[in-house]
Structures are given as structure tokens and as C-alpha cells.
């Protein structure tokens, strides 16, 4: 269950870092401008061909990351917490139950794929375990959380679209969608959704890693073979409560993470760079990054809206799963009915802003189908996240 706090409103927290305060005000202080000075963020913008700037292209491959300015506008954020509201409060009363706080059904009843990842407030789940296939070897450290704290919290789910139409909605975002076409081409493919929460004083650390599992060892590894994850800020984030990453990372195929935060001497890596959003800025980031947040001892939340997307041909043909989602080898039934979600997304939001032009998602317009979001899509998308392509 989550804490007492109004989703969404920032609140003075208690919370430090104990005796590594000092050392973190600096080091998110120094990050920060290190991200700010960095060439690769601004408002979306389109060549006279109608596709994403080449330079905005060019400048993510770069640096393995980009911040879209303003791309979520006001009455669409207001869709977002309004559905996300809704959500928190219908999450079961603690791990396991089956109920919500009202005694209803929870969010995830009856729901066989993994939706909801629970953690001790400021904890570090994965950190230093061999959970997610050992990808996480360093426990971040764990601020002590107020005497109020509940026991545990939600601070990840996945399979969202299924719970809110403004997330299906967003997840059909024009902008977007052309965006993952220019990176990971026209018949680019869906991975998955998930929400990373971190409520002020209480959310959990997610440790230094590097997404992707399948194609490390891969004569035809490159620094696109993992996909990417969009990350929509609905509050904005900060240095303290953000996802850092190293810039450049991508490139550098698996890291010995572990190795490198020992020769630092802590997990404070000084070539790193927090993400910096206002609300509705979204970030492109490359799922291969070195990558890790801290345990949000701010004042301020942060939701963040993840979709991630991949080439074709890194999923086709490949064994995957286990992870996100049911083990699986991606054929072309399997990603033919995955990608329907992009349809179903298309269609919702073309109906909730009309006078927006719609992507056109190259796969479905050369096979001439057309999705609807209607209650047979709806009762369709139960569920649908057995089907994430997790590579
Ligand atoms: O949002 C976060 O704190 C972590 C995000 C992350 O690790 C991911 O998207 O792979």
C-alpha cells in the first residue's frame, strides 16, 4: 500500500541520507549541471520530410539519450493523474491481498503476467541479488525511512495500458511513435509498459544496471540491439529523485558494473548525469545505458510513464521472456498480436483528440488492418503484457 501522502503533492520530508548527506547534496548538485550542459534536449521538431530531425537522431545515438521538451500537454496530464489516481487507489492493502483499501477487487486481481514490484520504503530491491538475471550487483544505499513509513510499497507495475485509457491514449502520442520509427525503424515493435513510482520520502532505489539480456554476446550486438525506453514525466524529476545515466554507456557493451563502483569507492559514479524534466517532458533513453535512481529522499514525486520499443529484428525469430513476461520465441503471430496495442492506442486517442493527425503505424497500413479500441480490445488487452517482447 502506498504511504499517507496526496498522490502527486509535494510534501517536506524527513528523510536525509544519514551520514552520506553532504556527500550527495554535492553530488546532485555537481550532476545536475553536468546534465544541463548537455546538447540534447529540446522541443520535438521534424524535417520538411516529415520525419523526426536527423539531428535529433544523431544527437540520441550520441549520448544514448534525449529530453523532449513539453511533449505531454496540460489537458493530457490531467487525463494521466486523473486514471493514475484511480490506479494508486485500487492497489491490494499489501503485497498479495486481493482486495484495495475500499475492499474491492485490486488493480490486480485475477491477472496472471507480473504487474505490481513491491519494496521496503527507500530500499533497493534488486540491488546486490540475483533477481532480473543478477543485472543489478550493487545494493544502493538505504536511507532510513520515517518512523511512519508503511511496511512496504508499490514502486513499479507493468502492464498498464490495461488499467488507464489516458495511458493507452499516451501511448499512442504521434510524436512518439515517429520518434521510435526514425530510431528503431518503421516496423519498429513494442517491448513493454511499466510506472516507476517514487513518492517523496518513500520511494525505492532502483541500482546501476544496463537493461537487456538477449543479445550481449551477438556477433550483430550494436548499440540498438536492446531497444529503448521512453520515459514521460507526469510531475517532472529531479537530480534526487530522477533515473541517472552514463552518457555514452550504450555503446560500450556489458559493464562491469561492479567492478567500477568499487574503484569509485561508492555508488555516487561522478561520470553520470541525472535526467532533468518539467512535467510533460519526455526522455528517450537507451535501454543499454548504465542506468540506476536513487531512493527518493526528496520533497517531490516523481511518476514516470515507461514504453519501450525495439527493432523488429531483434525480437523475430529470438527466445525470450522470463523476465517481464511468459518465455516465448517471437514469431510473427506473436508480434502481429502484440502490436495490436498500437492500433488499439491510435484509434483511442484519435477519438479523445480529433483534431490531432494520427501516426500511422507502417505494419498495420501494409497489411491494411485498422484496430478499434472497443470492449472486444478492451477485454483483449487483460492480461496482455504475457505477451512482452523482453529481450
Ligand atoms: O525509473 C527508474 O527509477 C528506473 C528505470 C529503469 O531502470 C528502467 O526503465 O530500466
Not at 524535417?47 to 534525449?66: N, Q, T
Not at 510473427?332 to 491510435?346: C, L, P, Q, T
Request: aromatic share 10%; hydrophobic share 35%; net charge negative.
Amino acid at each position: 500500500m502506498m504511504g499517507s501522502q496526496a498522490f502527486g503533492v509535494s510534501k517536506p520530508t524527513t528523510t536525509t541520507y544519514g551520514e552520506h548527506h553532504d556527500a550527495m547534496a554535492q553530488y546532485l548538485q555537481a550532476g545536475e549541471s553536468r546534465a544541463l550542459s548537455l546538447p540534447n534536449r529540446g522541443p520535438v521538431r521534424y524535417a520538411s520530410d516529415g520525419r523526426i530531425d536527423p539531428a535529433i537522431v544523431e544527437s540520441y545515438w550520441h549520448h544514448g539519450f534525449y529530453v523532449f521538451t513539453g511533449v505531454i500537454g496540460a489537458s493530457e496530464r490531467a487525463d494521466l493523474e486523473a486514471d493514475l489516481k484511480n490506479m494508486m487507489d485500487r492497489l491490494p492493502v499489501h503485497r498479495g491481498a486481493t482486495v484495495d483499501a475500499h475492499g474491492r477487487p485490486a488493480l490486480d486481481a485475477n491477472c496472471e503476467a507480473p504487474k505490481l514490484f513491491w519494496s521496503k520504503p527507500l530500499g533497493d530491491p534488486f540491488g546486490g541479488t540475483e533477481e532480473a538475471n543478477g543485472r543489478h550487483p550493487v545494493k544502493m544505499v538505504e536511507p532510513d525511512a520515517p518512523d511512519d513509513a508503511p511496511e512496504e510499497i508499490v514502486y513499479l507495475m507493468l502492464g498498464t495500458l490495461q488499467f488507464s485509457d489516458a495511458l493507452l491514449r499516451f501511448y499512442g502520442h504521434p510524436d512518439l511513435l515517429s520518434i521510435a520509427a526514425a530510431v528503431n525503424g518503421d516496423d519498429f515493435v513494442p517491448f513493454n509498459e511499466a510506472l516507476f513510482i517514487k513518492e517523496p520520502g518513500l520511494g525505492a532505489s532502483v541500482a546501476w544496471h544496463q537493461d537487456g539480456i538477449t543479445h550481449w554476446d551477438s556477433p550483430h550486438w550494436d548499440e540498438g540491439s536492446h531497444g529503448f525506453n521512453f520515459m514521460g514525466q507526469l510531475y517532472g524529476c529531479t537530480a534526487a529523485n530522477g533515473v541517472w545515466v552514463v552518457p555514452g554507456s550504450h555503446k560500450l557493451g556489458r559493464i562491469d558494473i561492479k567492478s567500477r563502483i568499487a574503484e569509485v569507492g561508492s555508488e555516487r559514479l561522478p561520470e553520470a548525469v541525472p535526467l532533468i524534466c518539467a512535467p510533460g517532458d519526455v526522455v528517450i533513453s537507451n535501454r543499454q545505458l548504465l542506468h540506476g535512481s536513487f531512493a527518493n529522499t526528496s520533497p517531490d514525486w516523481r511518476v514516470t510513464i515507461n514504453m519501450g520499443f525495439h527493432r523488429r529484428r531483434s525480437v523475430y525469430g529470438v527466445s525470450g521472456g522470463g523476465l517481464h513476461a511468459a518465455p516465448a520465441t517471437y514469431d510473427d503471430a506473436h508480434i502481429e498480436k502484440r502490436s495490436r496495442i498500437i492500433g488499439y492506442a491510435i484509434d483511442a486517442r484519435s477519438e479523445r483528440f480529433p483534431d490531432e493527425k494520427s501516426f500511422i503505424y507502417k505494419p498495420h497500413a501494409d497489411a491494411g488492418t485498422k484496430h478499434r479500441f472497443d470492449d472486444s480490445a478492451r477485454a483483449a488487452m487483460h492480461d496482455y503484457n504475457l505477451l512482452d517482447m523482453s529481450i
